[in-house]
């Protein structure tokens, strides 16, 4: 019998030490390092030709990163080694869903919730559903489809649709993203009730 309580995370951390470092290291020490090995190619080292291309390169590279994390493009990426090892863990995520904030997995019949964040893209944290607070699905033309739900007061947006333009909710495009956002909801709520003992 598996002790679900002993592996569980004890705070939900959306945030975490490496994705800052991970920051850091590609929008400022990478920048950085490119500048100076292009001074020193270029015929030696100056600080006043070093300086102003590796702020200028720094501040192109955070551009890009903060747009790519926005979007949603370097979540599948940041989040794949972790996802690799959710299948050694003792838990049945038969249900799960990757969006630009992470990846959350679900095990309804155990009442366990796993989430990926791409914020703290190394640890996969663990939890029992019965700390899921207030899941509900959002949908609006302007900002488009989403379910949230709170995990230990902190609230975790899931978007089925993303879009930068308005979206016709009644369109096949929105029908299906509501739908997928509704049945999220809906297996949160069941993992919430199995872990509460109500079914």
Known sequence: MINMKAMETEKFKKFGASFFLLLFGAGIGLPFLFSLIMVLVKGGFRWDV??????????????????????????????????KRVEDLPYHFDSSFRGRNGRLLIDVDNGMIGFISAYNPFEIQIFNASRIEKAERIASTMSGVRFVFFLDGKKITMYTLLSNRAVNLKSDMGVEAISKADTFVELLNTAKSRAEGRI
Do not use: E, H, Q, R
């Open 50 to 83: 070093f300086l102003p291309m590796g702020i200028v390169f720094s501040i192109i590279a955070c551009i890009s990163l903060l747009i790519m994390i926005g979007w949603g493009t370097l979540t599948p990426l940041m989040t794949k080694g972790a996802y």
